[in-house]
């Protein structure tokens, strides 16, 4: 664009300067150009041309058919060639559509890692536990209203827990058992949290029963399904039961409130 003003501008000096000559010559009876007018125009365009560093307007452009330069220039159209002597003229557009590409790929690849991320959190999500299952994850108990020497059953994730409140004879009585002569050895104070206090999952460790409180040979609790006793530790004491009645994570919350879970 700076180009084809700057030639245009010549254009018009060159028209301008020639005028002039003509006038001052018709005044002295000459009607043709004279050599200093000549020199005058050739010395402006070659400051012109160094300035632009670039070649003489002829070689710059090419008019087709006999136009002269001045009107190409005021008047362009496509018949114009231009010189790539300096510089090189690329197509509009691209022709390769590389940048059409990389956007389609980049979109592809947007929309494959969402829906990855997507379908890791949905499985993420599904193993945790809904709120109806964390609600019975844990269960709160007033143990204030069970009298010395009785024992409830309450439900805890579908089992029944067994909460016995022991008289200082069943703790003593427990304690005094030597612990080598059991099947699974466990001493007393280690299946407890408080001294007066029983938590057990009413699970037989044999075939899976429900075992009844307060039978049996040792004082606690019995199996009828295939006479497993257990001591009032819940500690297997006779028949096929391999192992101790389950203790619960359980924890006291106030003196009288028993929290399981």
């Not at 020199?39 to 307007?57: E, V, Y």
Request: charged content about 20%; proline content about 5%; hydrophobic content about 35%.
């Amino acid at each position: 664009m700076v180009l084809g003003r700057s030639l245009a501008n010549l254009a018009q000096f060159s028209i301008l300067a020639g005028r002039q000559a003509l006038i001052r010559n018709r005044s002295q009876g000459h009607l043709i150009q004279t050599s200093t007018t000549k020199a005058i125009l050739t010395n402006h365009a070659t400051i012109l041309r160094d300035q632009l560093h670039c070649k003489p307007m002829s070689s710059v452009v090419q008019p087709q058919g006999g136009n002269k330069p001045q009107d190409v220039v005021r008047n362009p159209s496509a018949a114009i060639t231009y010189d790539d002597f300096n510089h090189q003229r690329y197509i509009a557009g691209d022709t390769s559509k590389r940048a059409f590409t990389y956007f389609v790929l980049s979109g592809g690849r947007f929309i494959y890692a969402s829906a990855i991320r997507l379908a890791v959190l949905k499985f993420i999500l599904s193993m945790q536990a809904s709120k109806d299952v964390l609600a019975l994850a844990s269960l709160e108990v007033d143990v204030s209203k069970i009298d010395v020497g009785n024992t409830i059953t309450v439900k805890w994730r579908g089992k029944p827990v067994f909460i016995k409140h022991r008289s200082d004879e069943d703790v003593q009585e427990c304690e005094a058992v030597d612990t080598n002569s059991l099947r699974d050895p466990q001493s007393d104070a280690e299946r407890r949290v408080e001294r007066q206090w029983l938590v057990l999952v009413g699970v037989c460790t044999h075939l899976g029963c429900v075992p009844i409180s307060g039978a049996g040979d040792f004082n606690g609790w019995f199996c009828p399904c295939h006479g497993s006793h257990y001591d009032g530790s819940g500690r297997i004491r006779k028949g096929p039961a391999p192992y101790n009645l389950e203790v619960p994570e359980y924890k006291f919350t106030e003196p009288t409130k028993l929290l399981i879970g």
